[in-house]
């Protein structure tokens, strides 16, 4: 099984980390990772440090979750904050998505607090279904189908109507913390803006999820209502 996550940033893959992770244990799944993102202007507090140097160190940690993942790992390089709709950056996502041939895709929701994430979120459904389209020329043969999608929980106070749960024990949620701690300069922003870390807040947020169904933690996401991009339950843990 073929599971590609496209996602804004790097370090956005957290929202759905415990499920990659039992799909990899149960499944065997091949996860590869798409930012479309640079993520240069990652160093929130501190405006004198070069956004090249910035982009350098989450590539590094990004590397670094896709190596705990076994994973794959390609940046589009589009400018953090900044990321427009356009041929090229299309181009290249559905590029991306051929040469990763996935039968299920995981991004973004397509109301979101980050105009990037809503970005990221749309391009991914477009390159979906143009990644079947022979017409539409890259590098790669066109996919004998589009891929499936998922969309990730953005929060709350974006009316995300989640359908699809996935549960998790303890162990994975550890598991989960570890790598999301592997994204060390987006630890530390958010340590300095509320206190603790990426990792914490993903646990307190699997766990009140995982409380809707009496379970440890859960994640949960909603269907891509597209034609030829609908996934099925069975798709999931």
């Given at each position: 099984?073929?599971?590609?996550?496209?996602?804004?940033?790097?370090d956005?893959?957290?929202?759905?980390?415990?499920?990659?992770?039992?799909?990899?244990?149960?499944?065997?799944?091949?996860?590869?990772?798409?930012?479309?993102?640079n993520?240069?202007?990652g160093?929130?507090?501190?405006?004198?440090?070069?956004?090249?140097?910035?982009?350098?160190?989450?590539?590094?940690?990004?590397?670094?979750?896709?190596a705990?993942?076994?994973?794959?790992?390609?940046?589009?390089?589009?400018?953090?904050?900044?990321?427009?709709?356009?041929?090229?950056?299309?181009?290249?996502?559905?590029?991306?998505?051929?040469?990763?041939?996935?039968?299920?895709?995981?991004?973004?929701?397509?109301?979101?607090?980050?105009?990037?994430?809503?970005?990221?979120?749309?391009?991914?459904?477009?390159?979906?279904?143009?990644?079947?389209?022979?017409?539409?020329?890259?590098?790669?043969?066109?996919?004998?189908?589009?891929?499936?999608?998922?969309?990730?929980?953005?929060?709350?106070?974006?009316?995300?109507?989640?359908?699809?749960?996935?549960?998790?024990?303890?162990?994975?949620a550890?598991?989960?913390?570890?790598?999301?701690r592997?994204h060390?300069?987006?630890?530390?922003?958010?340590?300095?803006?509320?206190?603790?870390?990426?990792?914490?807040?993903?646990?307190?947020?699997?766990?009140a999820?995982?409380?809707?169904?009496?379970?440890?933690?859960?994640?949960?996401?909603?269907?891509?209502?597209?034609?030829?991009?609908?996934?099925?339950?069975?798709?999931?843990?």
């Amino acid at each position: 099984m073929n599971v590609t996550c496209v996602f804004a940033h790097q370090d956005d893959e957290k929202e759905c980390l415990g499920t990659l992770l039992r799909l990899r244990r149960e499944r065997g799944a091949r996860i590869s990772l798409i930012a479309v993102t640079n993520g240069d202007k990652g160093a929130s507090w501190d405006p004198s440090k070069p956004h090249a140097e910035v982009a350098a160190e989450r590539d590094v940690e990004m590397r670094a979750v896709a190596a705990a993942l076994d994973a794959s790992y390609v940046c589009l390089g589009e400018p953090d904050g900044f990321l427009l709709d356009g041929p090229a950056v299309r181009l290249a996502l559905i590029e991306a998505l051929r040469v990763t041939a996935p039968e299920l895709v995981f991004t973004h929701n397509l109301a979101d607090y980050n105009e990037d994430h809503v970005v990221t979120a749309r391009l991914t459904c477009h390159a979906a279904l143009l990644a079947a389209i022979a017409s539409v020329g890259t590098a790669t043969p066109a996919l004998a189908a589009s891929p499936a999608i998922f969309h990730t929980d953005p929060g709350p106070g974006h009316g995300f109507d989640g359908t699809h749960f996935v549960t998790f024990d303890e162990q994975v949620a550890d598991e989960k913390a570890r790598i999301v701690r592997l994204h060390a300069s987006q630890m530390a922003v958010m340590r300095e803006l509320r206190g603790v870390d990426y990792a914490d807040l993903a646990r307190d947020a699997d766990r009140a999820t995982g409380a809707r169904l009496v379970a440890p933690y859960a994640e949960v996401f909603r269907p891509c209502l597209m034609e030829r991009r609908i996934p099925t339950a069975s798709l999931l843990p």
